[in-house]
């Protein structure tokens, strides 16, 4: 049952949808989607962002851990070396408190009419993804 | 019905909301929610409409295919549910330049748009390198939890708090 669900191609293009809807309502009614929010977090005036990352931490360990201990689910941690998750992720924090939004909270502020996220965050995403892909795998 | 229509909800009841997403994208999807593939596919699709079916031979789309997966489908979900909610509180606005950018950078669109864009394109190509973003490695990967997201993790906000540091208290 559940596998012919997560192979059925248009149900998990479905599941995008219903997941991404309240996700993206979530992080707008939590201000997540707010610039003013996310660079109050990284000057340390504001603590929303931590404060709801850390209860998604604590609520989703909680619930994908009860269903892998009745062996419905299997962990998906992330490959790759401790390398390019050190200077990929520090790249990441640069670009991120430069533009004040990432890339689940940009598509949140293009909701929201943010147009520096739109015209700025989003087209800079796809060139710095762009270019990622040029240099791979070197 | 006036919690839809509030402005804000409590930052712990919206981060159990997101655990909760993710419980269930693990059972119904068994994958965990990211949000940076997507940016990447669409990058691949958008290069394609210019270079033609070449695009697909690089060594990067062959894993990461240029194509609406489910995904996809979430980031714009992510949108559509950020539009609905500034409708039911009022809050959507055409806005340029953020509050706290113009309080100390000025409200020039120019500098902003340029300044976004260039930490836009910064996060891209970070958020490809370290293989997710503050969704896949933030909270998916430190909620199973595997030791490269919490690298990861950290990495994000030490860049972070650095950058914002550099904006607003050294310049």
Known sequence: MLRAIRTHRRFQLLMGLLVGIPFGFLLQKGGATRYDVIIGQLLFTDFTVVKIMLSAIVVGTLGVHALRSRGLVQLHPKPGSVGASAIGSLIFGLGFGTLGYCPGTVAGAVGQGSLDALFGGVVGIFIGAGLFAHLYPR | ?171
């Open chain 2, 1 to 171: 019905m006036e919690w839809l229509t509030a402005s804000h909800w409590s930052p712990y009841i919206v981060g159990a909301g997101i655990g909760a997403l993710s419980r269930v994208t693990f059972l119904l999807s068994d994958k965990p929610i990211g949000c940076s593939t997507a940016f990447s596919r669409t990058s691949g699709m958008i290069e394609r409409l210019f270079r033609g079916r070449r695009v697909l031979d690089k060594e990067y789309y062959r894993q990461f295919v240029p194509e609406i997966d489910r995904e996809w489908m979430l980031v714009v979900g992510v949108v559509i549910g950020a539009f609905i909610s500034s409708q039911l509180s009022d809050d959507f606005a055409l806005r340029w330049v953020p509050e706290t950018w113009a309080a100390s950078m000025g409200t020039s669109v120019v500098v902003r748009w340029l300044v976004a864009l260039l930490g836009g394109t910064l996060m891209g190509l970070g958020a490809r390198w370290a293989g997710g973003c503050t969704s896949g490695h933030g909270i998916s990967g430190m909620l199973q939890p595997a030791a490269s997201s919490w690298l990861a993790a950290m990495g994000f906000f030490a860049g972070g708090i650095a950058m914002a540091m550099l904006i607003f208290r050294v310049l």
